[in-house]
């Protein structure tokens, strides 16, 4: 059966031929990979919900969906004025939190044909993947990892092209933009950093919306205006302010978060903290967020 936010984005197509039996054949054709991360790749862990970042990108899940429950976004840019801002760690962990929720078929793509690294984090080929297909090297089916036994996709940025740009200046990119919200209720791209190539602006003229990444101590006022301007603030759905530590931002917030946290979650984290050896769980600092 195709979800009911699938049949409409099918009737919004209008032009697209795809019929929904063959799209839900599409999923079905997919191969399948285990979920194995990079053991430094920062991935949120369902089962340490009270973890950072965990809960943080639990709250940007929740405010995405309350925007969606109000207008049809389900195509998203995740980028940021300029390098390791962190983009690809909130595009991943996005996906992973929005693919946590029962039946929220969730694409991750790998639109950084620049530096890519979603195959790295999830440890796949970086072939066949979206370059591939835009050049007619592969099948859609064929771009398109299921993480086994979740509702999480990954489309890895494919072999290595000389200009980008050019690439995705092609028709075939707005098309299958198009396309895939008729297969999952979300698709996360990652994108380059916006001051340092056009790719990221291009790509938020297809999709429905922008997420702003910056990180703190790293972003300049001054980067960050220069790419608002860039993006003309059209589609521009928010700004996530990555690198805060818990305690340093939302202190009210983040007692609220101490006097909820059960007792129970508590009591089996500390046991665990005690028997982790030490300098893993136990002696690190919590992750930033
Ligand atoms: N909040 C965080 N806590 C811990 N590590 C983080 C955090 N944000 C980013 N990192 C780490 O910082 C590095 C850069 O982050 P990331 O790759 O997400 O940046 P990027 O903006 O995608 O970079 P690029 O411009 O190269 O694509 C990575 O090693 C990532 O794991
Ligand atoms: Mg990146």
Redesign the pocket.
């Known amino acids: 059966m195709v979800p009911a936010y699938a049949q409409q984005a099918l009737s919004a197509a209008g032009s697209l031929t795809a019929d929904p039996v063959n799209l839900q054949g599409l999923l079905e054709k997919v191969e399948e990979i285990p979920f194995r991360p990079l053991a ?3 991935l949120i862990d369902p089962t340490r919900p009270s973890e950072a ?1 965990s809960e943080e990108f639990r709250t940007l899940r929740t405010r995405l969906n309350h925007m969606q429950s109000l207008s049809p976004i389900h195509s998203i840019v995740i980028t ?1 004025p ?11 962990n996005l996906a992973l939190a929005q693919s946590h929720l029962a039946g929220n078929l969730t694409l991750l793509a790998d639109f ?1 044909f ?2 890519p ?1 979603v195959h790295s984090l999830f440890q796949v080929d970086r072939g066949p993947g979206a370059t591939d297909f835009l050049l007619g090297r592969a099948k859609l089916h064929e771009i398109i990892k299921r993480v086994s036994g979740t509702n999480l996709y990954i489309m890895p940025a494919g072999e290595a092209v000389l200009n980008p740009l050019e690439l995705l200046n092609l028709r075939e990119v707005k098309s299958m933009i198009d396309r895939l919200p008729t297969l999952f209720n979300w698709v996360i791209f ?1 994108t ?2 916006l001051l ?1 190539a056009a790719d990221a602006n291009l790509l938020s003229t297809m999709c429905h919306g922008t997420l702003l ?1 910056v ?1 703190i101590g790293t972003t300049t006022i001054d980067s960050v205006t220069r790419a608002m301007q860039s993006l003309c603030e059209n589609n521009v759905l928010g700004t996530s302010v ?2 805060a530590r818990r305690g340093e931002l939302y202190s009210r917030y983040t007692y609220y978060h101490s006097y909820y946290y059960s007792t129970e979650a508590k009591a089996r984290e500390e046991g665990e903290l005690q028997a982790a050896p030490e300098g893993e769980a136990g002696g690190e600092k919590p ?3």
């Open positions: 430094d790749a920062h970042p940021s300029s390098p390791a801002e962190g983009k690809s760690f909130t595009a991943v950084d620049r530096r690294i990652d380059p950093p340092f990444v990180r990555n690198g992750p930033e967020v």
